[in-house]
């Protein structure tokens, strides 16, 4: 079977990640990249792909008829005209969390990705973590029982200069706030592990890089429509840096993935396959805790293996674009919150968040 022609849509800090994840695919290939910044571009060409193209235009791009898929990894403002001319060009996308900065910018996507008939997949790719797959798979079968909490602890740290390395980095109408642009990887798995949200209360905070305008720090707290209550602390002001954690309780099991491992997974009724599973993930990968750029590939790779596979079976990719947006809301629910400085219940009405 032949690889499917893979084109990156911007060459910055993260799409080593992506150019990593596609080099080290089966069923991928790197055929060509685009970005404005030429030298950049070429770069990432030169260390993970030498054969292939290199454009500055996305038009030049879109001409390209080896490229079947292009992964958009520009910054989180611009991705919306880029999605909706690779859909009408008839090119299948996988874009960077989050999709866009708005619901209604990401219907428009959606919308057009179903009308081209080409597949719309996010990488929201921690939810392809090993130890995350069998806390859903518990969650579906009952295992934990009735569940009593989830929690998102997110104590990251950037230095100042992570923030002044591109202009966006330290706008929020550009999406560089935390909530949006790190944490939205897990609130969206505990929207991906518990469902739709109905309220959220948030407050945002700046502690360690006064000379940016955005929130390096959020406190929050989400009421699912089941019932339970999720709780999220993320900040990129807490030096040196901790794994991320993502806890759940219920009245039956408790399982706790930090990093990329499992620290606990424990039931009332303990089953032979528990000891395997619990030494799933690997404890020593790096998950961008301290550097931005430390993080594993593996889970990008999955996630365009899948959407190879998508393609050729015609089914729907494992991270779907319609199955974010309820994790999109959400994040905008919390900037509502706080600039409300109250309760926000869902579904909002989103006019004037980033005003």
């Given at each position: ?38 030298p ?19 038009d ?9 898929v ?6 989180n ?19 960077e ?84 642009q ?49 709780f ?5 002001a ?12 219920g ?33 020593a ?22 959407c ?48």
């Amino acid at each position: 079977m032949s690889k499917k022609g893979f084109g990156i849509l911007g060459a910055g800090m993260i799409s080593g990640i992506h150019a990593d994840a596609i080099r080290k695919s089966k069923k991928a290939e790197l055929v060509a990249v685009c970005d404005v910044n030429e030298p950049n571009a070429r770069k990432l060409v030169e260390k993970f792909a030498p054969n292939a193209s290199v454009y500055t235009s996305f038009d030049e791009m879109l001409k390209d008829a080896r490229i079947e898929v292009i992964n958009v990894v520009t910054p989180n403002h611009l991705h919306t005209d880029f999605v909706l001319k690779a859909a009408a060009a008839g090119k299948h996308v996988l874009c960077e969390k989050p999709p866009a900065m708005s619901l209604e910018e990401t219907d428009r996507m959606i919308g057009a990705c179903q009308k081209a008939g080409v597949k719309f997949g996010i990488f929201v790719q921690c939810r392809m973590r090993t130890p995350m797959r069998h806390i859903k798979t518990a969650l579906d079968s009952g295992r934990f029982g009735k569940v009593t909490r989830i929690d998102a602890i997110m104590k990251w740290y950037r230095a100042s200069d992570y923030y002044k390395m591109d202009a966006w980095r330290s706008n929020r109408k550009c999406g560089a706030g935390v909530t949006i642009q790190h944490a939205f990887h897990y609130i969206d798995l505990m929207q991906y592990l518990m469902g739709p949200a109905a309220n959220v209360s948030a407050e945002m905070r700046n502690l360690a890089h006064p000379e940016v305008k955005i929130e390096d720090t959020l406190d929050a707290r989400i009421t699912f429509a089941n019932g339970v209550r999720g709780f999220v602390q993320a900040s990129t002001a807490l030096w040196p840096g901790s794994d991320v954690r993502i806890e759940i309780y219920g009245s039956d099991g408790c399982a706790i993935m930090e990093g990329t491992a499992f620290k606990v997974w424990k039931f009332k009724a303990e089953r032979p396959e528990d000891e395997n599973i619990r030494a799933s993930g690997n404890a020593a990968q790096a998950t961008a805790s301290s550097d931005p750029s430390a993080l594993p590939s593996e889970d990008h790779q999955y996630v365009i293996d899948d959407c190879v596979d998508a393609i050729d079976s015609g089914k729907e990719v494992c991270i779907s674009c319609a199955a974010v947006r309820p994790s999109l809301e959400i994040a905008l629910a919390m900037y509502q919150s706080d600039k409300l400085n109250s309760e926000v219940t869902l579904p909002i009405n989103e006019k004037g968040i980033w005003d």
